[in-house]
């Protein structure tokens, strides 16, 4: 998590491009001394420039941010579906679902003595 205040570095895809394939060549040693040499906080930053370059070098020139499903890259819980936008099936199925965790958080209650 982000701190208050904290400089967030912006690196061009020319710079990640170059310090992907200078780590895969091992021209500049392993994962965390290639990220040290290169300048970066950790070597996650590096790590992640790796898989996506191996996906689609084009990937890197993408604002990670803004990279999705599409991309081939999954980040963060899914969104969440408006119950009217589901099909009458998938409604039925999801009230289903809920319902059979409703009555067993309510069994859990009861068995702690809780009303």
Partial sequence: MAKKGQKFNKYS???KKEAVEKYLS???GGLTIAARKLGLRNKAQLLQWTRLY???PELLK????TLGPKDGV???RPKKQKLDELSKDEQIEYLKMK???LKKAKALRESYGER
């Fill in 13 to 15: 895809p020319e710079f």
């Fill in 26 to 28: 091992g021209e500049i």
């Fill in 54 to 56: 191996k996906k689609d």
């Fill in 62 to 65: 993408k604002d990670g941010r």
């Fill in 74 to 76: 999954i980040k963060g």
């Fill in 99 to 101: 319902n059979a965790i």
